[in-house]
C-alpha cells in the first residue's frame, strides 16, 4: 500500500495519530492488530527513498470544520454526514476531516513539514535525509 501511496510522486498527509494513547483505549485491540504505527513507519522510509515527504496534519476539529469555507459545523459523533449550512458543502464525515487534514500538512512550511513528517509518523528516529539539516 506504502509503495502504491507514493507511486504517484507526490507527498503523503495524513493524520497524527497519537498510537499509543490509542493502544490504551477501548480501540487497543483494533489500533494493535491494524499496525498502523508500523505502516507510518515503513511509509515515512519509503518516502524519504522516493526523495518524498510524509506530513501530519493535527486531526484536533477536522470532522467539525468545514474543508469547503474553513468554518466550524458542529456535529455529534453519530453523524456521519457533512452538510455545511454556509457553502453548501454535501460530503462525507470522514472525506471532509480528510481534506481539511490534507489542508492543514499543505500549509506548512516544509522545514516544519520534514520534521514533523518523521516524528509525527511514529518513525522512531529522523531519516537520514534530514540528519545533517
Not at 9 to 37: M, N, Q
Not at 45 to 54: D, H, I, M, P
Request: include cysteine; aromatic fraction near 4%; charged fraction near 25%.
Amino acid at each position: 500500500m506504502a509503495k502504491k501511496l507514493l507511486s504517484k510522486g507526490k507527498h503523503i498527509a495524513h493524520e497524527a495519530l497519537t498510537i499509543r494513547g490509542l493502544a490504551r483505549s477501548r480501540l487497543a485491540k483494533s489500533v494493535d492488530d491494524a499496525g498502523w504505527g508500523e505502516f507510518l513507519q515503513i511509509l515515512a522510509a519509503k518516502a524519504e527513498r522516493a526523495g518524498l515527504l510524509t506530513i501530519a496534519g493535527d486531526p484536533r476539529g477536522s470532522s467539525q470544520e468545514c474543508s469547503g469555507c474553513g468554518r466550524d459545523v458542529p456535529k455529534k459523533l453519530h453523524e456521519r454526514w457533512h452538510d455545511c449550512p454556509h457553502c453548501g458543502l454535501r460530503i462525507g464525515r470522514d472525506h471532509n476531516s480528510a481534506r481539511v487534514i490534507k489542508s492543514r500538512a499543505v500549509g506548512r512550511p516544509v522545514l516544519q513539514a520534514q520534521e514533523m513528517s518523521c516524528y509525527w509518523a511514529g518513525v522512531t528516529g529522523k531519516p537520514a535525509l534530514y540528519a545533517s539539516a
